[in-house]
């Protein structure tokens, strides 16, 4: 090898200013393309050896082919491995945080206590959100250079994790470097999409790894030899190598190990064979069973495969070692070979039956002692691949499903499926199947399901449930036939398919017996509680979820049973029995946390503060929608579940009238990058907010990003939100009869079970409209009879709880306003309920609409108007909502008398006061860092937030001071006097 690096000057220097640009807090990707051979691991060591010399922490890892498939999230393994061994053990606690435990799971020596325990829920999504905080912790201590080798053998859940690397490492000193043989990826790999497609993302910088030049092979000549080459030598060289670093260097080798020049083999394969050839018998012998563990073997199990004594074996490694054949691994415990190419090479040149006997040799040792692999984590999976390969079929069978079992267990759920697939393969030409895999045909395949369905492959496991129900011998006994049916509701469920889901269940429990009760009674009893719910068959909901709870008391399952009593409670609320609800839902929240189902408890926390807040129980809605958040996070679900519950809490700061911290909270969660409903969720609740400040551009783009995200379907809890602010946009620009259709569309579907929380304020604003009609039009009969269909909808629909009873009150005052008759009573009993329901906003129009009907008594009460609009103003302006210029126009024309500090002045002023009062507090403390000229990095480790987050506020900020620059937000901040409260 030469001991300089030759040419590459201008790969180096593109790789090199990208980690300038990490060092300074920009994060980067490199994709580093190019044949077998070329170069591309040492232009990569090149670097790693420069950026640690700057500082940079430097973590990298491998993919692995083992039989045609990639070893599970190898790369990340290494990782792992590499800082538990490198870290001391109070700051490797810090950084692997509240992951250590599912990072165990990968890695066991992170776990010696061996205290995790079978996994019980989890994703590959959970797993990930854990990675990218590791990540996050380690760029914050310093800037991180972090590569995965050989991506064409990566695995599909390596791949699918560095995809989400790529597009969530935002802001973090991070540069993920990628390499892959450009030469492997014919139009089928699975990994070409994902690099086409990375290759338009601004970030990413393709490199591509060529050849060399006759200059540049001479070179590395002259760099391996010392001396320079004959010209007649090096163009041989060049026209054989054609330019492939690693064949110049087998050239060389086998030239100086006594090769004619001039009489080469004809092909690399040959020119690889041929550098094997010239070491000893018991040297190839070694590199044949090297060859045949793939990619890496430890000495102890070679020496057990091999079967020399150690006074022949050591001698033979070590002429290996020497003519650069093996190199010792980065263990310092085993063997690889140099470069993969001659591994192949030996491999392919093995006889069927010797590669037979080697597989064989090590499928026996490894069953024997699977201590000899020095890694826990892939003894089953180089198990099944040995086994299967030595034609040992009944071995193959019991290993691969142990291997999909540990690769389940491990989050690769798409390894998981391909080792069960495999056994289902082999099931019909091993005879004591059911005995060998520890599991019968029809569990197998429900096994199969399962990994299919968390690998994200839904259909696949439709299709691999329905192979079993379309065979009515394979499963005869109906509590198993049920257990199946239950099975694909679930994945029915997942598509969205609700009504069928309900009737598969429905098949399955008239399938089960009376008695025995079992645990499939419970799973079905449960699920088709949650799938009556969920399409709003509330009263038969609540009987099925009760059957539900006791079945799965009286059979011990506490996961159907925790499931059960949260359902029971969510959907007793609704119907208008709260504290049987919450009863419930505390109860079956409490199990979950007592029995660690945490997946059942973070839906248990998302349905709990959903009622309480339906209930107008705000503040305690807040508290379990916070307590969910932090589960959320040390589970690793930020993103997805974790989100939906910032959603929830940031509802119940917005009707509490913490509408700042709502929006920090929202701000934060979305620079997360979560996707689908999980971002819907909270890109609503900002909308919402921002309609009501006046921001109608950021509210309409919220709006826009929230229907894609969210996608069809017609949940309510979405869809209604979605049409509240499309029409109060529409009203707010003067466009009621825009405004009206969007209403009347909502309302003329039917409005049952968790419907009606949503209608209610579509009712209102549908009142509000036609209100706001009148005042033009005071003799339109069709306002008139649009007028009584909402009058007598809000009459028929339930209002169960305060905030129901708060809209029912705000509808008739807006009936009162159209009727011009009875406002001032109709608008002091809607501010008395939205006081009892602590409604924030609604008690700030509701006061607006109260000044107003007051100013317009005959003689006006202006003394009741003055107290009333003051009290007005100074929630409009702590909310920074648009009924402030509304209730300051009133004081204008009625000549209110109101606190000089509240009063209008100039224009400058005024304006000067709502940039103030918009500015969330999050974003005032982000400014006065901006105004010291701190950076994204250093406004992140001030405020202990990601440098994302960080970047997120300065833009927001940015966009309400309409400033350019930094630089003039500041000089704003300065003159506005917005750094001083």
Request: charged share 20%; glycine share 8%.
């Amino acid at each position: 090898m030469s001991p300089v690096v030759v040419g590459r000057r201008r790969e180096l220097g593109r790789l090199r200013a990208l980690l300038d640009q990490v060092i300074t807090g920009t994060p980067a990707v490199a994709l580093i393309a190019g044949e077998a051979g070329v170069g591309k691991s040492r232009l990569t060591q090149e670097l790693a050896a420069g950026a640690a010399g700057r500082g940079v922490r430097v973590l990298s890892g491998g993919c692995v082919e083992l039989g045609g498939e990639g070893i599970p999230l190898a790369p990340l393994v290494d990782v792992l491995r590499a800082l538990a061994r490198s870290t001391p053990a109070d700051e490797l606690d810090r950084l692997l945080g509240p992951a250590r435990r599912e990072f165990a799971r990968l890695l066991p020596e992170l776990d010696p206590a061996g205290t995790v325990g079978a996994r019980q829920d989890g994703s590959a999504a959970q797993l990930f959100e854990h990675v990218l905080g590791l990540i996050t912790r380690l760029a914050a201590q310093r800037p991180l250079l972090l590569v995965v080798e050989d991506l064409h053998w990566a695995d599909r859940s390596t791949r699918d994790l560095v995809a989400f690397l790529v597009q969530t490492l935002r802001e973090l000193g991070v540069l993920l470097l990628l390499t892959y043989r450009s030469d492997e990826l014919h139009r089928r790999h699975p990994l070409r999409p994902l690099v086409t497609g990375w290759e338009r993302v601004r970030s990413v910088e393709r490199i591509e790894v060529g050849r060399f030049s006759r200059e540049e092979v001479a070179a590395q000549l002259q760099a391996i030899r010392r001396t320079a080459p004959g010209a007649h030598f090096a163009a041989v060289v060049f026209e054989r190598s054609q330019g492939n670093a690693f064949l110049v260097e087998e050239i060389l080798a086998a030239v100086d190990g006594g090769a004619d020049p001039g009489d080469l083999p004809p092909s690399l394969r040959d020119v690889l064979l041929a550098r094997t050839e010239r070491v000893s018998e018991a040297a190839q012998r070694v590199l044949r069973a090297a060859a045949a563990a793939s990619p890496r073997v430890e000495d102890r199990l070679l020496e057990v495969v091999v079967g020399m004594p150690e006074a022949q074996l050591y001698p033979a490694l070590r002429e290996t070692v020497e003519h650069h054949l093996l190199v010792v691994d980065h263990s310092g415990r085993g063997y690889a070979f140099r470069h993969e190419l001659t591994r192949d090479a030996v491999y392919e040149d093995m006889l069927p039956g010797e590669r037979v006997r080697l597989h064989a040799a090590y499928g026996a040792a490894l069953e024997s002692d699977p201590t000899l692999l020095g890694d826990d984590t892939g003894v089953a999976a180089t198990l099944a691949h040995h086994w299967y390969a030595a034609l040992d079929l009944p071995r193959a069978l019991s290993a691969s499903v142990q291997a999909g079992r540990q690769a389940a267990a491990g989050y690769a759920s798409a390894e998981a499926l391909h080792h069960l697939e495999r056994a289902l393969q082999l099931w019909t030409r091993v005879s004591d199947a059911a005995e060998r895999a520890g599991v019968d045909w029809v569990g197998l395949n429900v096994l199969a399901a399962e990994a299919a369905w968390a690998a994200g492959e839904i259909n696949r496991g439709l299709s691999i449930v329905d192979q079993v129900l379309a065979d009515p011998e394979s499963v005869t006994d109906p509590v198993r036939q049920a257990h199946v049916v239950e099975r694909r509701a679930y994945m029915l469920r997942a598509l969205g398919r609700d009504e069928e889901a309900g009737g598969q269940l429905r098949e399955a429990l008239a399938l089960l017996p009376a008695q025995p009760l079992t645990t499939t009674h419970a799973a079905v009893l449960a699920s088709l509680a949650n799938s009556l719910m969920r399409i709003d068959e509330l009263e038969q909901g609540v009987e099925v979820a009760r059957s539900a709870v006791e079945a799965a008391a009286a059979v011990g399952a506490t996961a159907q049973q925790a499931d059960a009593l949260i359902t029971l409670g969510h959907t007793c609320g609704y119907l208008g029995d709260a504290p049987s609800g919450l009863t419930a839902l505390h109860d079956g929240l409490a199990l979950a946390e007592r029995e660690g189902l945490s997946g059942v408890a973070l839906r248990g926390y998302i349905n709990l503060s959903d009622l309480l807040e339906m209930l107008g129980r705000h503040a305690e809605a807040a508290d379990a929608a916070r307590a969910g958040v932090e589960l959320a996070a040390r589970l690793g679900h930020t993103r997805s579940l974790g989100a939906m519950l910032v959603g929830n809490l940031a509802e119940s700061l917005m009707r509490l009238g913490r509408w700042r911290e709502a929006l920090d909270l929202v701000t934060e969660s979305l620079a997360d990058d979560p996707s689908g409903v999980f971002a819907s969720t909270l890109l609503l609740q900002r909308g919402e907010l921002q309609g009501w400040q006046g921001a109608a551009q950021a509210a309409e783009s919220d709006l826009r990003e929230a229907r894609h995200q969210f996608g069809g379907g017609t949940d309510a809890q979405f869809t209604a939100p979605m049409t509240f602010i499309e029409a109060e946009l529409a009203r707010a620009a003067g466009d009621l009869a825009a405004a009206r259709q969007h209403v009347r569309a909502a309302l003329d579907r039917p409005i049952v079970g968790q419907g009606v929380r949503y209608a209610w304020p579509l009712i209102w604003l549908g009142m509000r409209i036609e209100a706001d009609a009148a005042a033009g039009e005071p003799s339109n009969t069709d306002i008139r009879q649009r007028h009584d269909a909402l009058q007598a909808l809000a009459v028929a629909i339930p209002r169960n709880a305060t905030p129901a009873q708060a809209y029912y009150a705000l509808t008739t005052a807006e009936a009162a306003r159209l009727n011009g008759s009875g406002e001032v009573a109709a608008w002091q009993a809607a501010v008395t309920a939205c006081r009892a329901a602590d409604e924030a906003f609604p008690l700030c129009y509701s006061l607006f609409r109260l000044a107003e009907a007051q100013c317009g008594t005959t003689p006006s009460d202006t003394s009741a108007a003055g107290a009333t609009a003051q009290e007005c103003l100074r929630l409009a302006d702590d909310l920074a909502a648009t009924t402030s210029h509304d209730v300051r126009a009133l004081a204008r024309r009625a000549r209110l008398r109101l606190e000089q500090s509240s009063s209008a002045t100039t224009g400058e002023s005024q304006s000067q006061r709502q940039i103030g009062f918009r500015l969330t507090d999050r974003e005032r403390e982000v400014l006065a860092l901006v105004a010291e000229g701190c950076s994204n990095g250093q406004i992140a480790t001030a405020l202990f937030i990601s440098p994302k987050t960080a970047s997120v506020h300065v833009s927001n900020i940015l966009a309400k001071l309409d400033a350019a620059s930094r630089t003039e937000a500041a000089v704003l901040a300065h003159r506005l006097g917005l750094l001083t409260t």
